[in-house]
Structures are given as C-alpha cells and as structure tokens.
C-alpha cells in the first residue's frame, strides 16, 4: 500500500470532506476516491459511513485513524533522520586542480566550513588527469578541473565558470614594454610548461596548434607547479601561459607581466566532475551549490 493513500485519508478524516481534502491535496476528487478505495480493499471494509450530512468515520476507520498518524508521522521522522545522517556521514573529499585549488577552493570550503563546523574536509590538489583517476577510485567525493573532460557513464560534467590562460613574462623581458603583440614573435621564444597531465598544458597546446604555430615553438623547461613557473618567468628563464586566476596578485605588483596577443586568446571552462550516483552524499549537494553560486 502507498503512503499517500494514508495521506489522502488522514487529511479527509482532518476536513470532513473529500472534496475539500480533493483541494488541499491538489488532487482530482475521483483520485481521492480511489484512495479511500485502496484502503478500504486493503482492510475488508468501509471507512467511512456516506449520508448527505457528510463522512463520519466508521468502527474500522476510527480504528485505522491513529495507526495512519503514527505511520505518517514516522516516516516524516525517518526522512529527517536520513538527512541528517546524510549531511553528517564522511565529510567531505574534494580534489581540485592547482589554478582552482590554490586560488579558489579555500575561500569556497571556508563558506563550507560555516554551514557545516564539525564536518571532516579533505582537499587533494593534482592534475586533471589524476583528479578524474581519484573519482574513479573513491578517493575523492568530487572533482573540480580545467581540463578537458568528456561525460560518460561513470561521471558527470558540469561547467561552473570559465578562466582565462594569459601570456606571462617578467618585467625585464622585451614584451613587457611592446603592449600587443603578433603570434608570430613567439617562435623565437622558450616556453616553459605544466607536466603531462595537466590541463593547463592540455588547453594551451590545442589552443596553439588550432592555429598552427605549436611545432614551431621551443618548450624548454617542465614544471609540476604553478609557483615553480611563476619563479622561473620571474628569474627570465622563459614566458608561459597560466590560468589568470593565478597570477593576480603578481600581475598587480608588477612582478609578472601580462603579454596580450593580437587576434588571439585561450577560454577554458572550470568544470564540476562527480561520479553518476544514485544517492550522492548530501555534502556533496551542498558544496556543489556553493561552487555553482560562486561562479555566478
């Protein structure tokens, strides 16, 4: 037997009427009927005696009224226990890639942090590639990246915002004092790169070959770290292209140099990455609206 057929009679017995309980419960009166029906066929007999001065509960109704209270009013307890039990079981594991993870998570895990102060929290920082290999394993809850990643039928992929991946030089460097240049100066340059993996590199590289120029460029030196690049550019061991939520503030200080290229740019999404499961943790449903409202 369905709840809301309980649901249907408690609320008749409460108004008197099936036509007003029709309306409270936005139903048809001939599915409120239906109901009664049900539950009438399930127990072996009426429910209610109907005369023209309205319902009125018979014995087997009078006698089902309390249990129908109960049972309702257990169920509405379990619901909130199961919440409760949902919002509180694990914490919270997130895996995030170095732009996001060192420059946007914290602040959005410390709004987190408000709603929930006893929770357990984990941050993993890494590439894109082993960020989606973390999901995969369990390691993680869910995933926030800048590669590219496709949906499939073990993950979904939602995008929360975009970024932008700048030229940088150091101050000392001759693009510093030209403004805008021309793609074709980079080809006497040394670029500097994220490890294999990362999106950062990912994106930059299909960005520069969609426009033919990648095979002609002298990638000299790999890094694992965005910090690692940004003291290289500094030291003049090269330019690179990196996230611009990353460099804020050593672009403000005049530490690092932004380099605009005439005619071209590279937009990546920022991407939300979780396993298609059937009952997410409710933390999980949380931080995702967290995440959505701050890329608005």
């Known amino acids: 037997m369905h709840l809301e057929s309980y649901e249907v009679f408690r609320v008749v017995v409460e108004h008197g009427s099936a036509t007003k309980a029709a309306q409270v419960l936005h139903m048809t009166q001939s599915t409120v009927s239906r109901h ?27 006698a089902l009224y309390p249990y129908t209270c109960d049972l309702l009013s257990c169920h509405v307890r379990a619901k909130e226990e199961s919440l409760r039990l949902r919002s509180r079981s694990g914490g919270l594991s997130v895996g995030a890639t170095l732009s996001i993870g060192e420059y946007v998570l914290p602040r959005i895990l410390g709004k987190f942090r408000k709603h929930h102060p006893l929770a357990e929290i984990r941050m993993r920082i890494s590439n894109t ?53 021309k793609i074709a100066e980079l080809v006497e340059e040394s670029f500097l790169c994220r490890e294999e993996g990362s999106g950062t590199r990912q994106m930059t590289e299909r960005a520069l070959e969609q426009i033919g120029v990648l095979s002609s460029l002298a990638f000299v030196m790999e890094l694992g770290s965005i910090q690692a690049i940004k003291s290289a550019i500094q030291a003049g061991l090269g330019i690179a292209f990196l996230s611009r939520l990353a460099v804020l503030e050593e672009c403000q200080s005049g530490r690092l140099v ?28 949380e931080f995702i609206d967290l995440v959505m409202a701050h890329g608005s």
Do not use: M
Not at 143 to 153: D, F, K, M, R, T
Not at 166 to 172: A, M, Q, Y
Not at 263 to 273: C, D, K
């Open 129 to 181: 590639t082993e960020v989606i290999d973390d999901l995969l394993r369990h390691r993680i809850d869910i995933g926030l990246v800048e590669g590219i990643i496709e949906p499939s039928a073990d993950l979904t992929v939602t995008q929360w915002a975009t970024d932008e991946l700048i030229l940088l030089c150091s101050p000392e460097h001759p693009f510093s004092k030209k403004g805008n240049i």
């Open 258 to 285: 932004e380099v605009p290229i005439e005619q071209f740019e590279i937009v990546r999404p920022l991407q939300i990455v979780k396993r298609a499961e059937r009952y997410p943790k409710f933390a999980v449903k």
């Open 36 to 62: 009664l029906q049900a539950l009438e066929e399930e127990f072996g007999g009426l429910l209610f005696d109907r005369s023209s001065s309205g319902l009125t509960l018979t014995d087997l109704g009078q």
